[in-house]
């Protein structure tokens, strides 16, 4: 039994160790960006049972402890506020995946930037994982996409974004005009800017002239229909003329001006109809707006990353576009990863692979919120680490102390036996 009070202090002494070796790392990575910390689980040895009673056990005891686990800390560390939108932390449950080489490991650490070479990576390097939106073709937007589709598990890659992107100017097909011109013989202007095939914002002028003689009951206006420079009136492009048509109340009923051309590009004039669009009616303020599509060109301004994890284009001339998503993994057994390094884990036989979560319609999502401009801290609680590192140390004085005790009798023993 001395012998057995040796074995049981020895291994005392070993796992509080351990367990003191646990929470003095949790104590150094209290600052560390997306730590997940560590806990300890001890389990009892093999025991003897000291006496029986009709086959059982009625009184037993332990030689010693042992380390069983160290399970990580699943709970969510308290949020850091940056100044970057390229710095993200999850709300919920789930790893971002980077890459360097070989196979990906999960992090919770989310301080990503944008290299030389315009690739999203981590301060240390790895490539962030995530999925394309495949609407980049020789350095030139071909789509403009709100959201990219999140591929599946083993469709993800590192992604890549060029350094410079152009935005191509889509010129305009369609000036829609409102307002209204009266009764009244007075020449009635309205214009539009108006993209052409090039880019370039021109602009689209509108001449209103009273018919003279007027045909009762309504009124009739000449139109003409000017395409020009926007800094340089002398330069024309097109020049169009037609008859737009009033009943009595001043409704638009019959338009002859249809279409103009823009350096290249046609353009379709929309006057609407009825009191959709232009109108004739009289003692009623005067007023004249426009709207037209198309768009000019432009470039990269820069890549910024918002709550959803999509990668956003901007660009010099206001537009915006996804190029990208960053994935989010998860694991049925998050516990069951294997730490690489500081706040990187593999996955193992024990987590399980990595896998989306679904929307209804069996599409990938994200599974969890982002949030853009705050890291995910250490979850490591300095109060608890500190209250749990005297109770080890007392653990180990006391088992310390049992050993010279089991000395001391041993000597005893000994000495009586002399």
């Known amino acids: 039994m001395m012998t057995q009070a040796f074995y049981t202090g020895l291994t005392g002494l070993q796992t509080s160790s351990y367990g003191i070796d646990v929470i003095s790392d949790n104590l150094a990575n209290i600052n560390t960006v997306g730590y997940r910390g560590n806990s300890y689980e001890f389990s009892s040895l093999f025991e003897d049972a000291l006496m029986t009673t009709n086959g059982y056990s009625s009184d037993s005891i332990g030689i010693g402890t042992t380390l069983s686990a ?3 800390t699943e709970s969510t560390g308290s949020y850091i506020l940056t100044d970057r939108s390229t710095d993200l932390a999850i709300l919920g449950d789930g790893w971002f995946g980077v890459q360097r080489e070989g196979d990906p490991v999960y992090t919770r650490n989310g301080a990503f930037t944008f290299d030389s070479n315009d690739d ?6 790895y490539h962030v994982l995530g999925t394309m939106g495949g609407n980049i073709e020789n350095k030139v937007l071909t789509q403009q996409l709100a959201e990219v589709p999140l591929a599946d598990v083993g469709g993800q890659e590192k992604l890549r974004f060029p350094k410079s992107l152009t935005y191509p100017a889509e010129p305009t097909t369609t000036a829609q005009f409102l307002g209204n011109i009266g009764t009244i013989s ?3 202007t309205m214009s539009a800017s108006v993209v052409d095939p090039y880019g370039v914002k021109n602009e689209l002028k509108l001449e209103y002239t009273l018919v003279d003689p007027q045909n009762p009951p309504g009124t009739q206006w000449n139109v003409k229909a000017t395409t020009q420079d926007i800094n340089d009136e002398t330069i024309i492009y097109d020049t169009q003329t037609g008859v737009i048509s009033f009943d009595e109340s001043g ?21 609407g109809t009825g009191f959709d669009g232009v109108v004739a009616i009289s003692n009623v303020d005067i007023t004249a707006s426009s709207l037209a599509d198309g768009t000019i ?3 990269l301004y820069g890549y910024d990353i918002n709550k959803n994890g999509e990668v956003i284009a901007t660009f010099t001339n206001g537009m915006q576009s996804s190029v990208g998503k960053i994935a989010v993994y998860h694991f049925q057994n998050d516990q069951g990863l294997n ?3 500081g706040t990187k884990f593999a996955q193992s036989s024990n987590s399980g692979e990595p896998i989306f979560y679904k929307d209804a319609k069996g599409q990938n999502i994200v599974g969890t919120d982002i949030t853009n ?4 801290g250490s979850n490591a609680n300095m109060t608890y680490g500190l209250t749990e590192l005297i109770i080890l140390q007392r653990s180990y004085d006391a088992n310390s102390k049992s050993i010279t005790t089991a000395d001391e009798m041993m000597k005893k ?3 009586m036996d002399a």
């Open 70 to 72: 160290t399970p990580m």
């Open 120 to 125: 999203l990576v981590t301060t240390d390097g």
């Open 186 to 188: 007075e020449v009635r």
């Open 251 to 271: 409704a638009l009923v019959s338009n002859t001006l249809t279409t103009i051309n823009n350096n290249g590009a046609p353009v379709k004039i929309d006057l």
């Open 297 to 299: 060109g432009g470039e």
């Open 339 to 341: 730490r690489v390094s």
């Open 373 to 376: 401009y705050k890291l995910e």
């Open 413 to 415: 023993a000994l000495d």
